[in-house]
């Protein structure tokens, strides 16, 4: 009996090295909460969830660019979604279970959750999800109504028809349910359980993959016309013939596709803000919490705040004429570029002037709010760290910078030395905006402002313009390709057409969402200072 009780205890205690320990490693909790394990398992939570992200980028990476000869490749595609899904939609469930089980204790009490960056976060949230709800209905439609073809009974698509439905069905579920799980529980502090931890950085990883095979089928022309060039044609010749297909989805998916791109990116950033934080206890913490964790914030002063003035009303309408002109200038000049005459090398340059000379003005008032900081600001006492949204900030940071570089590099290599000189001119703009943007939108949340001064040009009002700038440019970029109408005239030795439209198949949606998150945080930064 005895040597059985010391190998009992010799397997629990191999079994705690080699699987216990090393899936909960993380802080330490509470050690007077008797519920749950000692850690909160977030180091082993992250790392695990790290490692699944990057199997599923290779693998996705692989079999998506094999499915069209290989029917193993095909149906691995379909199982590896639906996979991630199902164990999501599950984590998301179980999250909310606990979730209102601990309502009184996790449920913040107070309302600022509903306030400035949160609330049209959760409402952009909502915009991106049903498009993307609606895109992968299109695609369910047409593969139920696929079920009764009886031609062709040996391709790929009607073999597993049904792998297919369950895959639309279960991404369909995911939307859904991430979209009510996000919108609801944002307003709770959860636990720092480790089946929370784990539940929420797994969502993460599936929000990563989805985004990755979006990219992947954008890149691969999954809707594209030619049908020697669209992935799996041939193996569902049902599929891509119905009149949903080339009529309707093929039509709208210039403008579902961005915004699936921008739910998997704008849903992660609000999940990594419900990640629990470590502390002492597992208690409320007293702060008053808001959208910071999602996008920067000016934090709110312990005084209360004071009756504020109104804008002159020269000053305002004259700010309300210059957005209104300077936008309708950009807007109509990118829609003529791109639809009337694209390959017309007069508009092009005409083009590049325009757009050059909005970007000099946000410059421009980017160094004006510095300006406002120097005058009537004071760095905030303490040592400030990055938070999520700042380093998804980031990230989308060097995705444009990138694609600024490359426009660089078209720039120099055009034969025409005046649309090369301005091409480049353009995208140096950009760059130095993305540089001084960046900055700002991280260091303004470290300011305390002086409420007894005023400017004569409202910082209020030049956060709100460069808000409808990054939008501006967010539409243009999403929803009008310029960049792709670009390939006509930056044409060289280094890029030609076929190049430059890859490059902006890659690299083009961190624009994007950075355009759509500076949006964001300047919105926030106005919504504060008007209360300031």
């Not at 044409?491 to 994007?512: C, H, R, S, Y």
Request: net charge negative.
């Amino acid at each position: 009996m005895r040597s059985l009780s010391h190998i009992s205890n010799l397997a629990k205690s191999v079994g705690n090295a080699v699987i216990v320990d090393p899936l909960t490693a993380g802080s330490a909790r509470d050690p007077h909460d008797p519920r749950g394990h000692g850690s909160d398992g977030k180091i082993a939570a992250t790392v695990t969830t790290t490692c699944l992200t990057s199997i599923g980028f290779v693998l996705v990476a692989i079999f998506q660019s094999e499915r069209l000869n290989s029917e193993d490749a095909y149906i691995t595609c379909l199982i590896i979604i639906l996979g991630i899904a199902v164990i999501a939609i599950f984590s998301m469930l179980w999250i909310s279970v606990v979730a209102h089980l601990n309502t009184e204790r996790w449920l913040r009490n107070d309302a600022s959750e509903h306030k400035d960056g949160l609330k049209i976060s959760i409402t952009f949230l909502w915009v991106f999800g049903m498009a993307s709800v609606v895109q992968e209905a299109l695609e369910l439609t047409v593969n139920v109504s696929c079920l009764d073809f009886q031609h062709e009974l040996n391709t790929t698509g009607y073999k597993y028809r049904w792998y297919m439905i369950g895959t639309n069905t279960s991404i369909i579920l995911f939307y859904c349910v991430q979209l009510s799980f996000v919108s609801f529980f944002i307003r709770y502090r959860l636990g720092n359980y480790i089946s929370i931890n784990y539940g929420l950085l797994f969502v993460l990883t599936t929000n990563a993959v989805l985004w990755f095979i979006s990219e992947k089928e954008e890149v691969d022309g999954y809707y594209d016309d030619e049908p020697g060039q669209a992935a799996n044609r041939t193996q569902d010749p049902c599929y891509w013939n119905s009149n949903i297909t080339m009529l309707v989805s093929s039509s709208l998916n210039p403008y579902l596709s961005p915004a699936s791109i921008e739910f998997f990116l704008l849903s992660s950033g609000l999940i990594l803000a419900m990640i629990p934080k470590h502390t002492e206890s597992n208690a409320l913490e007293e702060d008053t919490w808001s959208s910071e964790e999602m996008v920067p914030l000016i934090q709110h002063s312990e005084t209360q705040p004071l009756l504020r003035r109104p804008h002159h009303p020269v000053t305002h309408f004259s700010f309300i004429i210059l957005v209104i002109v300077f936008n309708l200038t950009l807007l109509t000049g990118n829609i003529v570029f791109v639809f009337v005459l694209p390959r017309d090398s007069s508009m092009f340059c005409t083009w590049i002037v325009i757009d050059a000379f909005y970007k000099l003005v946000m410059v421009i008032v980017i160094m004006l709010i510095y300006y406002h900081i120097y005058l009537y600001g004071k760095p905030k006492p303490g040592n400030h760290q990055l938070k999520p949204g700042q380093y998804i900030l980031l990230i989308a940071t060097t995705g444009t910078v990138a694609v600024c570089v490359f426009g660089m590099i078209g720039g120099i290599q055009v034969l025409d030395p005046l649309k090369g000189f301005l091409y480049t001119t353009d995208n140096t703009f950009d760059i130095i905006i993305a540089f001084l943007q960046t900055i700002l939108l991280i260091h303004i949340e470290r300011v305390n402002w002086n409420r007894t001064e005023e400017a004569c040009i409202p910082t209020d009002l030049l956060c709100i313009f460069l808000a409808i700038c990054n939008m501006s440019y967010w539409i243009v970029d999403s929803f009008i390709d310029v960049r792709y109408a670009e390939s006509y005239h930056i044409t060289g030795p280094v890029f030609d057409k076929e190049n430059w439209e890859d490059v902006q198949d890659d690299l083009a949606p961190m624009l994007i969402f950075y355009r759509f998150h500076a949006f964001l945080d300047w919105y926030i930064i106005y919504c504060k200072l008007r209360r300031v």
